[in-house]
């Protein structure tokens, strides 16, 4: 069975980081594709960054240059480090699995993250 | 990169069918058969319904259905059931390696 486990999230100050780590059963990260979605408060789906089976990543320009997507493949893991965050950030983060770029096949429960003073 | 544009509500009846429509760009739905649909209902993760334009992944109900003409795709939910009442989203690969979503349509059923 496939299953995807967010945590890390919580509450930041702005300008504060957070580490997001999303736990995979069911098939292995390093494997496939994995991207990160997030959701603002009441809002809609905006797409966060992507990871390919090569290494390479990506970010949407709102994040460029302030948040890391990587893998760890022995604890069959994604996580999202947060650096510099702004209140604009706060939404619920979810973690994927992307079939073959695609689509978003299957999608973790999601966890909150919260950036205010 | 900025959001698909979507209705922001559509309403029918049990047994009804609705369409939302989701237009982008050359760009993005224009360029690419890469065209999602997702399905949330509240406090819940999205859940696809439509991956490549028109395809259901195994499990989804045959009543949901997509298209693409040009920088725009729908989908059609048909036999509309009180357990369709959610929010929908498209979502379409940009070419870029990014991916963009849709405004997001709320479905009611009366």
């Known amino acids: 069975e496939v299953q995807l486990v967010e945590s890390g999230g919580g509450l930041v100050q702005p300008g504060g980081s957070l580490r997001l780590s999303c736990v995979v059963s069911?098939?292995?990260?390093?494997?496939?594709?994995m991207t990160w979605v997030r959701q603002p408060p009441g809002k809609g789906l905006e797409w966060v960054s992507v990871?390919?089976?090569?290494?390479?990543?990506y970010y949407a320009d709102s994040v460029k240059g302030r948040f890391i997507i990587s893998r760890d493949s022995s604890k069959n893991t994604l996580f999202l480090q947060m650096n510099s965050l702004k209140t604009e950030d706060t939404a619920v983060y979810y973690c994927?699995?992307?079939?073959?770029?695609?689509?978003?096949?299957?999608w973790g429960q999601g966890t909150l993250v919260t950036v205010s003073s | 990169q900025s959001a698909l544009t979507q209705p922001a509500s559509v309403t029918g009846s049990p047994g009804q069918s609705v369409t939302i429509s989701c237009t982008g760009t050359?760009?993005?739905?224009?360029?690419?058969?890469?065209v999602s649909w997702y399905q949330q209902h509240p406090g819940k993760a999205p859940k696809v319904v439509i991956y490549?334009?028109?395809s259901r992944p195994s499990g989804v109900s045959n009543r949901f259905s997509g298209s693409k003409s040009g920088n725009a795709a729908s989908l059609t939910i048909s036999g509309l059931q009180a357990e369709d009442e959610a929010d929908y989203y498209c979502?379409?690969?940009?070419?870029?390696?990014?991916?963009?979503f849709g405004t997001g349509t709320k479905v009611t059923v009366l």
């Open positions: 069911g098939f292995g990260v390093s494997g496939t594709y």
């Open positions: 979502s379409s690969y940009t070419g870029s390696n990014t991916y963009v």
């Open positions: 990871l390919y089976v090569g290494g390479r990543t």
């Open positions: 050359i760009n993005d739905v224009g360029a690419y058969n890469y």
């Open positions: 994927a699995k992307v079939a073959a770029l695609e689509f978003f096949e299957f």
């Open positions: 490549d334009v028109n």
